[in-house]
C-alpha cells in the first residue's frame, strides 16, 4: 500500500482517485466471450478467489496483502486469467501459479 502512496504521491492524486483510475482503465472486454466455449463469464466472487489464491500463493516473506494485490494485478497474466476464450481462468491454482512465476502458460 505504501507504493500506492508514492504513487499518488508524485501524480498529484489522492489514494482514491488513483484506485478508480487503475480499475476503469481497462481495455478488455471481458463480457465479449465465445459462448460455445462457456455459456457466461465468471462471477465476481468466483475471479475473487482465483485471484485470491493466486496473490497467496505467491506472496513474499515481508510483503503486505496490498503489495501482493498490485504485483499480480501488474503481471501480464492477469489479462491470459481474464480472457475466459482460453483455458487460463479454468486451470488449477497450482497451474496458474506455476504460469505466474514462468511469466506465460507456456
Not at 3 to 24: H, W
Not at 68 to 89: L, T
Request: hydrophobic share 30%; net charge neutral.
Amino acid at each position: 500500500m505504501s507504493k500506492l502512496y508514492a504513487i499518488s504521491g508524485v501524480t498529484g492524486m489522492t489514494g482514491n482517485e488513483l484506485v478508480r483510475q487503475i480499475l476503469t482503465d481497462g481495455s478488455t472486454d471481458v463480457l465479449n466471450i465465445d459462448k460455445t466455449l462457456t455459456p457466461v463469464p465468471p462471477t465476481p466472487i468466483q475471479m475473487g478467489k482465483v485471484y485470491a489464491r493466486l496473490i497467496l500463493s505467491t506472496m513474499h516473506r515481508q510483503e503486505s496483502t496490498a503489495d501482493g494485490i498490485i504485483r499480480v494485478y501488474h503481471s501480464p497474466i492477469c489479462q491470459e486469467i481474464d480472457n475466459y476464450n482460453c483455458s487460463a481462468y479454468y486451470e488449477p491454482s497450482y497451474v496458474i501459479t506455476r504460469a505466474y512465476n514462468q511469466g506465460n502458460f507456456n
